[in-house]
């Protein structure tokens, strides 16, 4: 039987494809199987997921067999990521374009937001109020791949000033799109270079950043699925700490007075973040867990 089980001698029921694929998807090892056999399902029959188990008997047409079959194949042979088979993927329930110029956008980066937002509605702000007037809080967003974070604070903060950065132009070019699809690209700049070199001499009250934190000596043991992302994006030297350096060394002088930075990393960093953050003058060092309980993002204020 070809991939997708999609065999034109038999009748294949919207079931039946997904149980195939599922036990496919398994032997192959991915772990998300059966959450990706329903969503290239759905892909290639043009509806939603919910509509699956509604339709369940509903038999399957050759040419949406075959469209499905291509994507499985994909999937399971060259380990693409679904949200590059779709071109697309939810985050903060936004949905984003992506591209194999950036990293798809993942659910434990949104503990990122979720700090941000704490302190952009209460610390950033004098006397401990939010922001009411456009431009009063100023944001910068380092290394914004597809814009997910930056997007994600402009549908919560509207009377924010955005900036986001990225040193890969084809990245910044997925983010502009975003941010047109989302209707808040007036309200974010877009610049490219490395870290803060783009905003020289400017000052923010928030500063966030989802840099690159993988070690390059895990590279063999990561998951194939991260193949077909920029390194660019992933790695920062021997253990990962390159760039998250640079960034805390250089943030001070971009911070205004009460500002804060954040910054994802990995839980294993965690402790020599904080080291670093202390070292380089600031205060409040704390950290934030995302849902499986591990430490997602360090933040600290500058005094």
């Known amino acids: 039987m ?7 001698e038999k009748t294949w029921t919207v079931l039946e494809l997904l149980t195939w694929t599922t036990d496919y998807f398994k032997r192959a090892g991915i772990d998300s199987a059966r959450l990706d056999a329903e969503v290239l399902l759905a892909h290639a029959l043009e509806t939603e997921r919910l509509r699956l188990y ?3 008997e509903k038999p399957v047409l050759q040419e949406e067999r ?3 079959r291509v994507l499985v194949q994909k999937r399971a042979q060259e380990r693409i990521p679904v949200s590059q088979l779709l071109g697309e993927r939810e985050f903060w329930s936004l949905g984003f374009k992506v591209t194999r110029d ?3 956008p993942r659910p434990e980066t949104e503990t990122l937001v979720e700090w941000a937002l704490s302190k952009a509605t209460t610390d950033t702000q004098e006397g401990g109020q939010a922001s009411e007037q456009p431009g009063d809080l100023r944001i910068l967003d380092l290394g914004t791949g597809s814009g997910a974070i930056a997007l994600a604070l402009a549908s919560e903060l509207p009377h924010a000033a955005l900036t986001a950065t990225d040193l890969s132009p084809a990245a910044l070019q997925v983010a502009a799109k975003n941010a047109d699809e989302l209707r808040t690209g007036e309200r974010i700049r877009f610049l490219e270079g490395d ?8 000052e923010f009250d928030l500063i966030v950043s989802n ?5 390059r000596e895990d590279e063999s043991s990561l998951p194939p699925e991260l193949s077909h992302e920029p390194e660019i994006a992933l790695f920062a030297g021997p253990d990962g700490l390159d760039v998250i350096r640079r960034l805390v060394a250089e943030a001070g002088d971009h911070l205004s007075s009460g500002g804060w930075l954040g910054i994802e990393l990995s839980s294993e960093q965690a402790d ?3 080291g670093l953050l202390t070292e380089a003058g600031f205060t409040d060092v704390e950290r934030r867990f995302d849902l499986a309980s591990r430490a997602r993002v360090v933040g600290a204020r500058w005094p």
């Open 2 to 8: 070809s991939a997708a089980g999609a065999g034109r």
């Open 54 to 56: 509604i339709d369940y």
């Open 66 to 68: 075959d469209a499905y």
């Open 102 to 104: 950036v990293l798809t």
């Open 195 to 202: 870290l803060f070199e783009p905003v020289a001499k400017e």
């Open 211 to 215: 840099p690159p934190y993988v070690a």
């Open 272 to 274: 020599e973040v904080e």
